[in-house]
């Protein structure tokens, strides 16, 4: 799973082809989720409340570079790493 961002013990990151819509699979402890790159709803999966709320805080903040690295890993190409949340 190529990971392209870590903040607060939440774990972001994309499989490469994966499939439509374009989304992110986030990490938290026991809870997995693929997390919508459009609008930051849970496709799959679940988070605690909190968690999902600092991933869409994130989500909104580096938007066009998660969709930057959607392309990428459709194209099989190498992911950029995205900055944490601070």
Request: glycine share 6%; hydrophobic share 40%; charged share 30%.
């Amino acid at each position: 799973m190529p990971e392209i961002s870590r903040f607060l013990g939440i774990i972001i990151a994309m499989f490469y082809n994966d499939h439509g819509p374009p989304h992110m699979h986030v990490v938290y402890g026991e809870y997995r989720a693929k997390v919508d790159i459009a609008n930051g709803e849970i496709i799959e999966g679940k988070l605690p409340r909190r968690v999902l709320g600092l991933v869409r805080e994130w989500r909104q903040l580096h938007e066009d570079e998660l969709a930057r690295d959607w392309r990428l890993a459709r194209a099989r190409k190498p992911l950029q790493w995205i900055e944490p949340l601070e």
